[in-house]
């Protein structure tokens, strides 16, 4: 059985169309993910999908129950880890999980034993009775995701769950999420705009001006890539352009200033490249597709990290948790 | 709704009103800062004015009420009134950190966690007017058990509906900058309108009106009706300082029922606007 089927789910904010008919199932115990720009949608998707939007047009479900009628069944089946931190600094780390072991009804035998064993794996355990406001934002991070397994969720949804972190505490992170797979059988669902972390999952939906533009496997989607990605930069791109059509057949196009094509064998095409332009080269580059290729090739655009700066996100969590366009 | 479903509701109701009470209970420098300004108002604003301001002198030939016994029932009022509304909209934080969150994805209604805010905010706001309560005998009021008994709930009362119409703007604010025009274009009308600082009689028309639609001035007659009797001052006198209501005198009974449905109004709209958020 799919764990979460998605049925032309549509979501408008006035006259923006954030979702626009999206339909996918992912299936038990499966890592999915959800690429894509700040502002494709990705967030609102995961709103509907946790009861806390109400869908415009179309169904989903979670776990069997339909995000609409069933909201309280759905919640206890999901747990969440959002990008900006949803703990109460005023309280210990061991209250909030009492708190959260509480709202969703756990039995306090059960609770202890299962925060006991959270904090543990999350190395919180001798942190347990400190305020959260003296917590680093890794420890708070690490923190959601022992409150959020706490209730036992068959699938646990992750909104750029390492957004604003360093390098090292996005690894470690990772490294929790990844063995959580393992241990709790929890099927996890999490949107990203990190290439490299998109790469961890089982099967990534691309999405895009709230479109799903593509859905298959990490090395599926590099696949529809044609070979290797050869990136140049030379004084006359156009000039090249024309070269390189007349010469080996093979279309390119520029793109800020750099001329890309695609070749089956990218290392042996190189010398072949290089003396066959007349003009002078400044640059060659050549890599395996990357999702960012794929990315690029789909939609015409590049996923800018650096357009996820922390005021862009706030901003569009702002209008998507604290109001309709208001 | 099935059984579980309310034993739910009822869960979750109690879990956020035992985090704003753990909240309130830990930060004791708020418990002190709070009490700061009801000590200010009552022992020098008061006692300034009690010379300047001689209310109900003459009125029944009695000897007069001093000012500071007046407003002592209304700096109870005040403490009600900042802290229950205070204490509500402590959801425009939870907003602003993300706590809120949690608490909407959890498994429970709407409807039990407005409730239980509103729960929170008046039993902090009435712990805290206890507090206030305490200075009683030092502006010569004795604390007896039947006034203890009297002012306590409807000191509740009066917390549980603002409260209420704390939950309801914080559900409609968005941002932290608004708190400041709420502030001052409601709290503050609020206040000085229910009575807590001057007698509601006498007065133009356009502001008697506006002081008859306060909800608060039918929290602060009454509790002045038995702090007054408590402390001896002749029924003639507390009669003339005391609300009135088409030129009639409003029983306490009948003011419980006015707050009553003022506080059931509130607990409607706050529901409904809370609810009502994405």
Redesign the interface.
Known sequence: MDIVEVERLVRRYGPLTAVDGISFQVGAGEVFGFLGPNGAGKSTTIGMLCTLLRPTEGRATVNGFDVGRQADEVRRSIGLIFQDPSLDNYLTAQENLDFHAFAYDVPSFEARERSNELLEMVELADRRNDLVKTFSGGMKRRLEVARGLLHRPRILFLDEPTLGLDPQTRGHIWRYILGLREREGVTLFLTTHYMDEAENCDRIAIIDHGKIVALDTPSNLKACVGGDVVVLKTDDNAHAEQEIRARFGLESETRDGELRLEVPRGDEFIPALVRGLSGRIASVDVHRPTLDDVFLKLTGRAIREEDASSTDSMRQMSRIWMGRGR | MSGK?V??NL??A??VWY?DV??YW??RTRIAAALGQPVLYLFIFGTGLSSAFAVGRGAGGGAGLDYVRFMFPGVLAMTVIFTSIFSAMSIVWD?E?????????????RTAVAFGKALGGSTVACFQASIVLLLAPLVGIPLTPSLVLTVLPLLFLMAFCLSCVGIAIASKM?TMEAFQVVMNFFLMPLLFLSGAFFPLTGLPVWLEVLTRIDPAAYGVDPIRRAVLEAAGVDPAVVRAVGLTLFGETVSTGTEVVILGAFALLALTLAVRWFSA??
């Open positions: 479903r034993r739910a869960r979750g109690y879990i985090r753990l909240r830990r930060d907003r950190f993300g706590f809120l969150r949690e608490i909407l994805v959890a498994p429970m209604s968005r958020q994405e």
